[in-house]
């Protein structure tokens, strides 16, 4: 399996310098054929943007006729698909806001979703949402009711705050709730592609307007279908890692814990090896007269290279303890090299974390690799 910056290769370039051919079969195309060679080392984007630009060098003509060639290769080529189309719609978004006219615009909107099932055009949309955000969203209002899967996740997922791969819209950022009526459109859709999507809008939501994510998760609740209580609970996801009280009282988490009694958490071993892993046991009673629905999750304090520490939130488990009743938690969690973390030696530390309250952290030692 390639790598994920190797979607895009020179095998994508030939197919769609060959696709293009069909469709414009007097144009040169001397800048696709070149842009095959100039990949290697770059990023998935910025393979993308070679390739939309070596295709705009090559269709110097205005948008229209630009729209007109990239409709004949859909239509007539079998190779204009896969993840050529990115360069393709990202270069027909370019067009349009380069022509600046609204029948450009909504033109371009219009090939979006046209071309979106075979490629989607989630990353090229966003040169559109951000040269025009209320026109483009008045377009996508009219996707959610598609008939067409991919056109409706499109929709949501090509609005999203920190949709990633692509380039931010910071009108997305600044004007908070401008999406919330798509997520509403589309939150009970019959797909779970496209449920799957507005979870992860929301959770985009979170990052910068928690109390709006949580309002609108609560008006969902009070009227949910059979899968509204899995959308909510993915798109709350972060919040609920940060312990934020409001997201824990609409999955029906309460942030009191006076009635529960934490022993632990306890570990196996208070020095670790670089590569191995520390191993963490906890007893959870609930001492008071009612049920308690906890969620549970566990915090380590990371070393950083400056000696202070910075902190991350694993998921650990759900329970509803009966008066009286008490659970124990156990999780193994390991040092082991990874690509996305550096481990620094030194002083470590693991909290629980019930219903958004921390418990006191156990310390440990991660030792230097030998």
Known sequence: MPFADELINGWTAE???RAIRTAAPDAPLTALRAAGTRLEGLAL???????RDAL?????????????????ARDTAPSFSGWLIWPVTSAAATKAVTDGSDT??????S??????????????????LRHNLDRALDIVTGWTQSDDVDIRRLASEGTRSYLPWSVRVPELIARPGVTVSVLDALYQDPSEYVRRSVANHLNDLSRDHASLVVDTARR??????????????????????????GALSVLGFSADNASIEVDGPRLDRTRVPAGEAVELHATIRNVGDADARLAIDYIVHHR?????????TFKLTTATLKPGQSVEVRRSHSFRP??????????HAIALQINGVATSPATFELLPPT
């Open 15 to 17: 197919s769609l310098t």
């Open 45 to 51: 984007r910025e393979r993308a943007d070679v390739l």
């Open 56 to 72: 705009l060098e090559d269709l110097p003509g205005d948008y229209a006729q630009f729209a007109r060639v990239l409709r004949s």
């Open 104 to 109: 450009a615009f909504d033109d371009a909107m």
């Open 111 to 128: 090939l979006m979703a046209e071309l979106t099932g075979r490629l989607t055009a989630e990353f090229a949309i966003r040169t559109l």
């Open 220 to 245: 969902w609740s009070e009227r949910p279908d059979a899968n509204t209580a899995s959308v909510i609970r993915h798109g709350l996801r972060t919040l609920v890692k940060r312990g934020d009280a």
């Open 304 to 312: 950083r290279a400056n000696g202070g520490q910075t902190t991350k």
């Open 338 to 347: 990874i690509t996305t973390r550096r481990y620094y030696p030194g002083e």
